[in-house]
């Protein structure tokens, strides 16, 4: 049986997902984007993605930050300004509240495109600038996940973008080296993927940053291996590591470091530090004994204190 294009919206199951496209509120499921969009058409877009914490965006001038260098990397010519943005994320995430009766914490995805013209790699040809806002529950971590943590899996078939070609430290739209190496992994029966940069050093999970421990000494590849600068890795090492009672610094990681570490976590904004459990047969310490579980009750620690510093500015 054939399923039109109408009856595909119908039959879907999805969780609603609130969005705003350039200012308008409507369910995610709805088409909003014209077919000319350049995120569509070339992935010529950016985007940054925020959680809650006690109903407060978190580290929101940290991922602005990212989001103007990201603008200025791919030559955008204007960005809207972030108070005008952060009031369209407020009424976004009121109008996701109040279609969905939720009031826990928000996962908040802002993306940019360069707009839409006529088609041809030109940037010129674009118009202004066009956003769409998604906001839908913050994911959580299992009792499972914590405990046991994540299986991870080194991507075999293809490496990280080297810097020179495309710049991971860029948070674009052009997903398909991060999705090629996570699909390959998930094949293996794995959770997430271990990407090797050109040279066969490790540079990061498909969508977060990763970090070991050994001898008590946390190690996270340098942004010279080629990785997105982390807003969860920037913190873990100027703030989170020192607040744990733990040494912290940048060193290259090869894959045949990988039986020599004790720990393994990864970091992202949504989820702040998950233990990872193996890699490839590798198996590493989880629990509540572990560096890892350490500096993940020091960062929750300092998320609350940033919730509180910013409840009058940031709270959605």
Request: glycine share 8%.
């Amino acid at each position: 049986m054939t399923v039109g294009f109408d009856s595909y919206f119908i039959m879907s199951s999805a969780p609603f997902i609130q969005a705003n496209t350039n200012g308008r509120l409507h369910s995610a499921d709805e088409p909003s984007v014209s077919p000319l969009n350049r995120g569509y058409l070339y992935g010529d877009a950016i985007y940054e993605v925020w959680r809650t914490y006690d109903r407060v965006l978190f580290a929101w001038s940290e991922h602005w930050a990212r989001l103007e260098r990201s603008a200025a990397a791919l030559y955008f010519p204007s960005l809207p300004g972030p108070d005008e943005m952060l009031a369209q994320i407020r009424r976004t995430a009121a109008a996701y509240r109040d279609a969905a009766g939720y009031a826990g914490e928000l996962y908040i995805r802002l993306q940019l495109a360069r707009g839409e013209g006529a088609i041809g790699l030109d940037p010129a040809l674009a118009g202004a600038a066009h956003f769409v806002i998604l906001a839908q529950p913050c994911p959580k971590l299992s009792d499972a996940q914590l405990e046991q943590g994540q299986r991870l899996s080194v991507a075999r078939a293809l490496r990280r973008n080297p810097a020179e070609a495309l710049n991971p430290a860029w948070k674009t739209g052009n997903y398909l080296n991060n999705l090629l190496c996570l699909r390959e992994a998930k094949q293996r029966g794995a959770d997430e993927a271990v990407i090797l940069n050109l040279a066969g050093e490790i540079t990061e999970a498909a969508v977060c940053n990763i970090g070991f421990v050994r001898d008590g000494v946390v190690l996270t590849p340098p942004l010279s291996a080629g990785i997105l600068a982390g807003v969860t890795r920037g913190l873990l090492l100027s703030e989170i590591a020192a607040r744990a009672g733990v040494p912290v610094r940048e060193e290259t990681v090869r894959p045949e470091d990988l039986d020599t570490m004790q720990e393994v976590f990864l970091l992202s904004s949504t989820k702040d530090l998950q233990p990872v459990g193996e890699i490839d047969g590798h198996h590493y310490k989880t629990g509540p004994d572990t560096v890892t579980r350490r500096l993940k009750t020091a960062f929750a620690a300092y998320a609350a204190e940033q919730a509180a510093r910013w409840a009058a500015e940031r709270t959605v």
